[in-house]
Structures are given as C-alpha cells and as structure tokens.
C-alpha cells in the first residue's frame, strides 16, 4: 500500500503504481477499496483555509469528518450531510456521495461541494466543480474513485446556533403506517425508520419513526467518541432468528404509543454505532453484509412489503434495519439515491443470506430500484448494470479523463468497469 505524505508525493506516486483505487480510512462494507494497488489518503489530512463569514471549507481529501466536527461545530458550523459515521474521510465520502437522514431535503455529500481537486491516470492534477470540467466533477462524485484519486475538496459548511438534536420517535404499526408519516412529516430536517424485519401478517413493517430538527439554542459541542468496546469475537450463532424476533419484539415494545420527544448530543442521533467499538464482531467471524437498496417512491410500498415478506419468511435474523425517504436524484451518474424508498439491513455472512439476497435482487430489479455501491459486496453486473443504467455514460466520462485501465478496484472488476 502507498501512503503518501503530501499531494506531490501523491502525484509522483501513481504514475508508477497502476492500475491502482484510493482508500480512505477503510469504511466501506464491501471491496470497493481493494485493488492490485491501493493509495492510503491517511496523511493528506490538513485543513488548508476556512472562512467564518460564509463556512467554507478547503481541506484535504484525507480529512475525516470527525476532524471537520471537532474543529467546527464549536464554532458554530455543521456538515450539511452525514451518514452514519462521524468516522470516514471527505474524499469517501464524495467517491461516495453518501447520504444521511435528511436526504429528502439535503440531498446527498456533494450538493454541498464546491469543488475538487483530483489525480488523474496521466499523472496531471486537475480541479472540477460543478461549472468547471462539470462531467468530471459529476463522475467522481460517487464514482468509488473510478476516475481517479481526489486530493482535496472545497465544502460548503452550514451554520448552527446550538450542536444538540431534538428527537421526536413515532410508533407505527405496520408498513402502511410508517410510509404514511414519513410523507405527514417530511418537513422534519431529518426523519429515519428503525423497522421490524421479522414481523409479519397484520404488523409486516412495524416501525419506530425517528425525527430530528436542528436545536436553535445551547451549546456548541463536539464530543469526543468514547466507544465502548466488545469483549472478543462473539460465537457465530449468537445471532440468530429465535434472537432477532426476541431483540426486535423488546425494541418495539419498549417504545410508548404517543410521540416521544428528548434532546440528544447530534453525535447519538447522527450516528449511534460510532459509539460501540467493534460492533461488528457481534456477527461472529464470518461477518456480515449489509444488504441497501432504494426503490422508486410509485412502486416502493409494493416492493418493501413483497421483500419483508420474503426477509420474514426465511430462516435467517435481521437485526438492524433501517428504512429512509428519499428525495430527487441528482445529476451524479452512479450516485445512489433516487426518489423512493431507502431499506438498509445487515445479515450474518452465511451461504442462506447469499442465496436469499439473489432472490431480493430480482424483486429490486423488478421494480426499478438498485443496490448502494458503497456497502455492496456481491452484486452482479448484470444487477448493477440495470440499476445504473448511465453507467456507459460514466465509461465514457473515465475514457476522456485518463481512468481507463488505470483505477480499478476487486468490485469494478466485479461489476464489469474498464
């Protein structure tokens, strides 16, 4: 692995180290940061100018969003768009272009980039903005680092007076239930589902809907992250079905009919795991996948129910699931979202979940949706290829910019990218 120091050693670097993808701080839950070569971002983390009058932010592509909360926040600025870690750098995050709990009104990461600066194949480091080299731009952000290595980026910062959450939580008992209020309340800032995956009949989608505004007063602070750790790998079949309708019957019935409101640190609200280390060794040793896919809001109660009824039927136990309202798309080729439905949920690595996410892929494809790039590990070309149906758009943006045969990870070549 490379791992430069600066942005020229950078440059003098991948020259001579293709076909090559970068990798930020290892985030992703797939293979789309492994490769023939990788180029550690690690030290490209500097913080280069900032203006207080207007928030804006130049930094490099190395600089976690942790480091930007820490620094910020205290001085009354937020990031516009966080996904569900704090601990991710900017350049993941625009490769990317990840999304968080207000999507609906915020869109994605890179509504709030003003621009980047990016290594290309040839070895020449060039800037891109929305105005400026515009196809690039676009491609890159949620490109996987496809059409090259981004150094640093300009964001646009939003300004806050107090750093707290005010939460309010929502009972619903079935899909129906919880699509509905997701539209009643979608002038929340920020609105998210913890749903049932193991519930079934009468209450097929029970969810908890979860709602967040922006508190107007306190204080300004950035905690720092005490995670509590987990004791060892777990055995393999902690986690099991019997388990998972227990853990998931406790956790709606622990919730009270009427609406619950509490004030949180945005840090618990944002982003509840960064706050268990090693959550992921729960699974046991052959880990997990997290299966997102997003569905076209015309279709999307159909297809939701049509896979609950399939993820209910199985053998297999589904903890975590979380379902989002999505906004409108944007003009990123590969970025994720689409107006729709968003259901993101883990499974325990075992050869039933592989066989049971095929037959969810066909129900996906079915109804126009496609799977996140960022938390896939195993989807087909064929499935990727209809759910990104710009993807040809995207080769062709790489072939004018140098990236063919020179930026390749194990999941492009999975999924069939020059």
Known sequence: MAEPLSRQQCMRAVPGALPLIARGRGRSYGDSALGPQVLSTRYLDRFH????????????????????????????????????????????????????????????????????????????CVGASPSDKAELFHATCGGMGLTGVIVSAVLRLKAITASDILETRIKTPN???????????????????????????????????????????????AQQVKALGI??????????????????????????????????????????????????????????LQYQFVLPKASGADGLREILQHIGQ??????????????????????????????????????ATFELLDVLDSIVAAHGGRLYLAKDARMSEAMFKAGYPRWQEFEDVRARWHAHGKFMSTQSRRLGLA
């Open 175 to 221: 899909l129906d239930a919880v699509l509905e209020a997701f539209d009643a309340h979608a002038a929340s800032a920020y609105s998210v589902a913890w749903i049932d995956c193991m519930a079934r009949g009468t209450h097929l989608g029970r969810s908890i809907l979860v709602m967040g505004e922006q508190c107007t007063e306190g204080p300004l602070v």
């Open 49 to 124: 100018d900032f203006d207080p009058e207007t928030g804006v932010l130049c930094c490099d592509a190395g600089v976690s969003l942790d480091d930007i909360l820490r620094t910020f926040v205290p001085r009354g600025w937020f990031l516009p768009v966080m996904p569900g870690t704090r601990f991710i750098t900017v350049g993941g995050a625009i490769a990317s272009d990840v999304h968080g709990k207000n999507h609906h009104r915020d869109g994605t990461f890179s509504a709030h980039v003003a621009s980047i600066r990016i290594l290309l194949g040839n070895g020449e």
């Open 231 to 288: 004791p060892g790998e777990m055995p393999s079949g902690l986690l099991n079905r019997a388990v998972a309708k227990m853990f998931n019957a406790a956790y709606y019935g622990r919730t009270r009919a009427n609406a619950q409101k509490s004030r949180k640190p945005f840090e618990s609200f944002i982003a509840p795991l960064d706050a268990i280390a090693g959550w992921s060794s729960l699974y046991g040793r052959p880990g997990f």
């Open 314 to 351: 199985s053998r297999l136990g589904a903890f975590l699931a979380v379902l989002k309202l999505f906004g409108d798309a944007n003009a990123n080729p590969l970025s994720f979202p689409l107006k729709g439905y968003s259901l993101a949920v883990d499974f325990k690595a075992e050869a």
